[in-house]
């Protein structure tokens, strides 16, 4: 959990109504006081520090079932890769790394199978080719298999032809170009200049095993829509991905959380979550000085998709380098922000409906973490869009 003095003495104390910061909260527990979901974390946070923080549940922690604490951490999957976008802003910022630079150039073993001509850019848009590339969880920690990897992936589809959310494969490549770069662990930079900075220690990317007796173990809970049902509703079926149960729950696992998959594997409270998009939102760490060259970051944030369309609902994605931005044109809540989010909120969620933005027009950001999978998407989806709706208009 972040310390005290990451705090606000109350909600009012930073320009939130507390009112409106009770409404989001009862809203966030609803399904743990309903029986669904066994545990919730959720922070909001506004001017630099946290509002108002609030974990609900019991979940098994190191063994034992027990009340989750706001010191309970939580895997916030697909959360992580707004870090390790920033990461790579960071190299940008400092002339280290250019989006345009082809990743072969950088990568050498990365250059097969027609992914010769491949940009940095490509990568964090998504846009690659390589969606489903394989990587067995338990190669994660061995560097060599990583390369071994990275030259048998072939293109499922020409580079650039269109988006397909690459859940795991397109962020081991942004891990490794950081290496390149910096001659670290990816996992130790982000400690170095993200998490340290920031004055956020439990902020991480790969947890140490002496730290995973905190984490809420993974359960995945609810039935999954027939397919009936989901024809009633009018709703598109869910195409495969490597995102299976197992592979969920394989994140209990100390290896697998300990491996810090850099597009999945961040664990830390709800609230360094928030506070990580306060570091954004404000570009400046505990001794004042900007975490990213600052135009290195409004041009990270710029929207660069295109016309590229996310297959499942056919929406414009608004793909900014690494992290997905709002866009004013009403269909935010298909990106993973609620209906009250300003155009330029961004963020990006997780896998079983972690959320974590920043609204800029508002200043507020939100962390929201559970260890409970609902295999109902829909419930899902619907709320995170209740959920961050809620929090967008908490501004008093």
Known sequence: MPTQNHFADSPRAVGLDPAKVEALFS?????????????????????????????????????????????????????????????????????????????????????????????VEQVLLHVGGFPNAPYPQDDWGD??????????????????????????????????????????????????????????????VGLPREFQNRVAQLCYVGEALSDEERK????????ETEVTEDAILGFNRPNVMEAGVPGGGGVMTAGDLALFYQGLLNN???????????????????????????????????RALGVVVAGGDGLANYRGFGKTNSALAFGHGGAGGQIGWADPATGISIGYTTNGFDR?????????????????VCAA
């Open 27 to 119: 809203r966030a527990e609803r399904e743990v006081k309903d029986g669904l979901l066994p545990s919730t974390q959720i922070a909001i946070a506004r001017n630099g520090k946290i509002g108002a923080m609030r974990t609900v549940g019991r979940a098994v922690q190191g063994g034992s079932e027990k009340p989750a604490t706001n010191d309970t951490l939580y895997v916030i999957f697909s959360c992580t890769k707004a870090i390790m976008s920033a990461a790579s802003w960071i190299l940008i910022g400092e002339g280290k790394l250019k989006p345009s630079e082809v990743v072969a150039e950088i990568i050498p073993e990365f250059g097969t199978n027609g992914k010769d001509k491949m940009t």
């Open 143 to 204: 560097k060599s298999k990583r390369l071994e990897r990275f030259a048998k992936w072939r293109l499922e589809w020409p580079v650039g032809s269109k988006f397909e959310y690459h859940p795991t494969s397109g962020f081991w490549v942004i891990a490794e170009i950081i290496e390149r770069r910096t001659g670290k662990d990816f996992r130790q930079f982000v400690h170095e200049r993200i998490s340290t900075p920031l004055g956020l220690p439990e902020l991480r």
């Open 232 to 239: 009633k509703l009018g709703l598109p079926a869910m195409p």
């Open 284 to 318: 400046r760490s505990v001794d004042g000085a900007p975490i990213i060259k600052p135009e290195a970051l409004k041009d990270a944030l710029r929207v660069r998709s295109g016309e590229y369309k996310d297959p499942i609902f056919g929406v414009k994605c608004n």
């Open 376 to 392: 109902n998407d829909v419930r899902l989806g619907r709320r995170g869009v209740a959920i961050s709706s809620l929090a967008a």
